[in-house]
């Protein structure tokens, strides 16, 4: 789907660009399981915690998404599509040994000062009820929607407070490649520097689900049965990088930094947090 998007953005109006709207329909994986094992491995880069991972889910989702956005019925290109903002919702215990059928579907289209933003919504259910849902924000740069509605103003993101706890985390220059052996998010500005030069970085950059992946492995003993998640991304981490995970708990929620530098001059890659339940932030 990776060399479609590209085929795709060479040949517009053969592979993709069909219309001017999001395709109305979904995509569903059923009975998907989670081996002992393959759990193990995604601990192993993404950062150890109990039960199921609440971002693990996001994995099966993934390729449906992308294949909706390299269908032909789909108005823009795949390629330099930028994920610019998740929510996650657990509405329940996340077993590891069920089994969960896993639906996509593109809806919500709306404008961006730099083009056009919508969201890839995945829901996985277990036993016919929705246990897990996200909702994951991408932009296209440069591009229109006749469907689309006016942007709600950005919610902002405060800094972190000077008494956060700072958690050094160091990011290694292979995360990219052993993030991908675990997902099977293959995208090349992720595997090697080369193939990031081709697409304006200067070198391979962290998946973005890495790092939402990793932060939260240091506050998942923390968090109740139910519970939301909202993070922003950022700027991209470039590979290898040395980041400090800022974390600043309150009375039923914590909020995440994950930044590289000083505080005062840091880049800043991703931040989120844990509303208050009953509450989306």
Known sequence: MYARAVNGAALP?????GGDRLPQRSLCLEGVHFSEHRIEDYRRVCGDGPGLPPAMLHLPGFPLALQLMTGRDFPMSALGMVHIANTIEVLADLGTTDEYDITVELANPRTHRKGAQFDAITTA???????????????SRGSRLADADEASPQPE???PPADAQQIAIE???DIGRRYASVSQDRNPIHLHGLAARLFGFRTAIAHGMWSLARCLSEVESEVPERYTVVAGFFKPVF???????????DPGQWSLWLMTGETRHAALHI???RPPLGRVW
Do not use: K
């Open 157 to 159: 993101w405060p800094a």
């Open 171 to 173: 990011v290694p220059g």
């Open 239 to 249: 590979l290898p990088a040395h980041t400090t995970l800022f974390i600043d708990r």
């Open 125 to 139: 259910t277990r036993d016919d009820v929705v246990v897990w849902r996200e909702v994951s924000t991408y932009l």
């Open 13 to 17: 109006g053969f592979l993709w660009g």
């Open 271 to 273: 931040t989120g947090r």
